[in-house]
């Protein structure tokens, strides 16, 4: 934009902007949150104690595919990089144009892609880019207020898609998921993070078997 442009621009406009860009992600996250609030159901990213608890149980040394439903902005995607060796991909889905764009624009690295499209089509979605199955798939998705029959369809597949020892990690505000995630997977490990916004339940379903 050139400054002749910027100095016609609407005040409101301008302050908007400004506001935005110096909230940086938390700027996106909310106006995702304010344009849809059922499928985005948090107003605030998850701490980092949500993180490293949920990534804690992973096995690192043999994960080459791992699924993240619900980025929104990402807060996920860069530690899970970090953990990821180097012939590791991470595939993410999202419903919002505006968090699936942010990602694309802010996370260059090779082994990273955004899909839009919604986590009930995983299974085609990892077929897609290459990969047979996933070794783990981690949730944030709003399952108590995704709309009706959505949450046990991403549920079994999810549970179609991981491979033999993998898991499915699921964090939520509520213990609504744990429902449909007990249909299919028959160990499941639970914990609760109160440093976060709000507290939240947090779930590992382990694949024993195929
Ligand atoms: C609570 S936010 C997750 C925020 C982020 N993962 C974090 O830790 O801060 C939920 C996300 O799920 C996405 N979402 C809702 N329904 C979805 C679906 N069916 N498939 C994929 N993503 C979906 C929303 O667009 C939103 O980005």
């Not at 213990?175 to 639970?190: G, L, N, Q, T």
Request: contains cysteine.
């Amino acid at each position: 934009m050139t400054s002749t442009e910027l100095a016609r621009e609407a005040l409101p406009q301008r302050l908007k902007r400004k506001i935005k860009h110096s909230l940086g992600p938390w700027g996106v996250f909310i106006e995702g949150f304010l344009r849809n609030p059922v499928m985005v159901g948090s107003i605030v990213p998850s701490s980092r104690f949500v993180i490293n608890r949920m990534l804690g149980p992973v096995d690192w040394a043999n994960c080459k595919l791992f699924v993240e439903y619900g980025p929104g902005v990402g807060t996920f995607c860069r530690p899970v990089l970090d953990r990821l060796g180097r012939d590791g991909h991470l595939i993410v889905i999202d419903t919002n144009p505006l968090f699936i764009d942010y990602l694309r624009r802010t996370i260059t690295d090779s082994r990273f892609t955004a899909v839009l499209g919604s986590a009930a089509d995983v299974e085609d979605i990892v077929r897609a880019h290459g990969h047979e199955k996933a070794d783990y798939v981690l949730s944030g998705l709003p399952f108590s207020t995704l709309p009706d029959g959505v949450g046990p369809a991403i549920a079994s597949a999810t549970y179609r898609v991981i491979r033999k020892g993998g898991a499915f990690l699921v964090y939520q505000f509520t213990p609504k998921a744990r429902e449909f995630m007990a249909r299919h997977f028959k160990r499941i490990d639970s914990g609760m993070e109160a440093i976060n916004v709000p507290p939240c339940f947090l779930f590992w379903g382990w694949k024993d078997e195929d």
